[in-house]
């Protein structure tokens, strides 16, 4: 899981709440993304980060939302018009150069109450 | 479309036996490549990538890849299973350009008996 830290590791949330997720990484990357991770669907990209102050949709970017202040830090709030939250949630980070390997963080557990 | 096909589901080996886990993609130009692993209600964790040069990669825990353009294939393959490999492998791949975003194939699990 490298230097990246995710919390909490389950997190329950109730109707018409947002949560938010923290994702933190100490390995100085600029480039840092959000996954989704359901049975059978592998992984997919809900937001990515490039460097500080930016941070653009991925694939399935409705009902979420982002934050790149720091460097080391990129939260992914989960607001109530995601209508099914319930899922793994993983967070990477990487240098900028597009040959970079992503490294992840040890995940969320979203559970709807 | 670019995709990412792991074509099996599920892959089952003895332990001991070599094990190959496979991946192809359809991808324009020369992709990076990459394998990771993902135990149970844990992060991946990054194998091995290709990026250029030799066509065979070796990587993390044993496993290595063969990169074949021709066949646009990125199989992970290591010579001798452990009950411990016994995880979810995910391939993936990008494109050289300034693409950020990884390919990703679905996942095959990939169970070692004893």
């Known amino acids: 899981d490298g230097g990246i830290t995710q919390s909490p590791k389950y997190l329950f949330r109730k109707e018409g709440q947002n949560v938010t997720l923290s994702c933190e990484q100490n390995?100085?990357?600029?480039?840092m993304y959000w996954y989704r991770q359901d049975p059978g669907q592998g992984l997919r990209l809900i937001y990515y980060?490039?460097?500080?102050?930016?941070?653009q949709k991925g694939d399935i970017a409705e009902g979420y939302s982002v934050s790149r202040e720091k460097k080391e830090s990129f939260p992914l709030t989960v607001t109530s018009a995601q209508k099914n939250p319930t899922a793994f949630y993983l967070c990477?980070?990487?240098?900028?150069?597009?040959?970079?390997?992503?490294?992840f963080g040890p995940g969320t557990r979203l559970l709807v109450l | 479309a670019q995709s990412v096909a792991q074509p099996e589901d599920q892959v089952n080996v003895a332990e001991g036996n070599p094990l190959t886990v496979k991946c192809t993609y359809s991808?324009?130009?020369?992709?990076?490549l990459f394998w990771y692993v993902q135990y149970p209600n844990r992060g991946l964790q990054f194998l091995l990538k290709?990026?250029?040069?030799d066509n065979l990669v070796k990587g993390s825990y044993g496993f290595e890849a063969e990169f074949n353009k021709s066949q646009t294939s990125f199989h992970l393959k290591k010579p001798s299973a452990l009950v411990s490999d016994s995880a979810l492998y995910f391939c993936?791949?990008?494109?050289?350009?300034?693409?950020?975003?990884?390919?990703w194939g679905l996942g095959t699990s990939l169970a070692v008996n004893p």
């Open positions: 991808v324009s130009g020369n992709p990076y």
């Open positions: 980060s490039q460097i500080v102050n930016d941070f």
């Open positions: 390995l100085n990357h600029d480039a």
């Open positions: 993936a791949v990008r494109d050289r350009g300034n693409n950020r975003k990884l390919i």
């Open positions: 290709y990026i250029t040069g």
């Open positions: 990477a980070s990487s240098r900028r150069d597009s040959q970079e390997t992503q490294y």
